[in-house]
């Protein structure tokens, strides 16, 4: 009899394992069939919600993402002379620059051959060396020398910069900052742009405000409403410059102030609360506050008075589309929406990935509006 229940035991002890085996094999499928299910679920869920925040762009007067272009694209004439650029030939880009047109325009014609310049001055240097008085070719070569120090640094935080980086950073803007002095010798006496050259300068090498005042003296007797100006200066008084909150918006406030009607300085106070908003950490409900009220309606005023084919229309119109929408007016929002065309400009580039930024805050001012006018019928 013991012996029976010996050998029992020693079955049950043999069997255990087995059964054991099997249960967890059985529960494991369990589970693994418990996680599928999840899943799917999850996943109809969140194409349900992309559905939600998805919009048939043609039903508003919308071009479709694929046809979006980032601005700053350059169009057949600078795409022309940077394709000559880099091919050794100085002269389409001489022509391009020193054609009959305001201040601005040059400066922002002169960005891309500026920065091509900053990776290969080649042809820049054939163009000094043939027309060594030419104050254009002196210019980029300041611009050239601020774009070299600033990919020096990179974009990096201050913290992630190596002590080499700086060192590389500050001799080159300290460069730059001769060169400009020499093409403001070579300019004309009116231009400002070999002093609007010298502001990221002022910011990299930690200039004082009281010298910043100064410079900024010497470019506003020569164009006080310089528009490429005021958006760089705005950078410097900003409060992770060399500025504060109060500062910066003094600053852009006594400018528009100043401006006549169709400045388009007004939308630099709208970048100059992103700048605050963004310091300060604030919830996307700032921008509901009166004062940004108050800022949009003033933008909006001065983009009915500007000529439509003024040089700054797509900044102007990306800041209002993107401060409306986050302000709660999608209506007006997408107004500005459908007259940027096909251009994805400021704010958006800023962000890593602009297409995305701008579409996702379209979808949402496509839906606001409809919503209201849904309320409204």
């Not at 601005?71 to 650029?85: K, Y």
Request: with cysteine; proline share 6%.
């Amino acid at each position: 009899m013991i012996g029976i229940i010996v050998l029992a035991v020693v079955g049950l002890v043999l069997l255990f394992p087995v059964v054991m085996t099997r249960l967890a094999k059985r529960k494991l499928a369990q589970l693994e069939r418990a996680k599928a299910t999840i899943a799917k679920h999850e996943a109809r869920l969140a194409e349900e919600d992309r559905a939600k925040h998805t919009i048939v762009p043609s039903e508003h007067g919308l071009l479709p993402a694929s046809e979006m272009v980032l601005d700053g694209e350059p169009g057949p004439e600078e795409a022309a002379a940077l394709a000559a650029a880099k091919a050794g030939d100085w002269q389409p880009a001489a022509a391009h620059l020193g054609a009959d047109v305001s201040a601005d325009v040059r400066w922002k014609r002169q960005r891309e051959l500026a920065q091509l310049a900053a990776e290969d001055d080649t042809w820049l240097r054939a163009w000094r060396a043939e027309r060594p008085q030419d104050p254009v070719a002196a210019l980029v070569h300041a611009d050239a020398l601020v774009y070299l120090a600033w990919n020096i640094r990179t974009g990096a935080r201050a913290s992630q910069v190596t002590r080499e980086q700086f060192e590389s950073f500050r001799r080159v803007l300290l460069e730059a900052e001769q060169a400009a002095v020499a093409a403001a010798a070579l300019a004309p006496d009116d231009d400002p742009n070999p002093w609007v050259a010298q502001i990221p300068v002022a910011m990299g090498l930690n200039w004082s405000n009281d010298r910043f005042r100064e410079l900024w003296g010497e470019l506003t007797k020569r164009e006080p409403h310089h528009w490429a100006a005021h958006n760089r200066a705005l950078q410097y008084w900003c409060d992770k410059w060399h500025g504060s909150h109060e500062l910066m918006h003094g600053f852009i406030d006594e400018a528009i102030a100043a401006a006549p009607p169709g400045s388009l300085l007004t939308p630099i106070k709208l970048e100059a609360y992103f700048e605050q908003f963004a310091q300060d950490r604030e919830k996307p409900t700032a921008w509901k506050r009166p004062e940004v009220g108050a800022a949009l309606d003033a933008a909006l005023a001065d983009l009915a008075a500007a000529d439509p084919d003024h040089p700054r229309m797509e900044y102007t119109r990306g800041w209002l589309a993107y401060a409306l929408t986050k302000a709660g007016r999608p209506t007006e929002a997408l107004e500005q929406y459908r007259a940027l065309g096909r251009v994805i400009p400021q704010p958006f580039t800023n962000f890593n990935d602009p297409r995305q930024a701008f579409i996702g805050l379209r979808v949402d001012a496509v839906q606001g509006a409809v919503a209201q006018a849904g309320k409204k019928a």
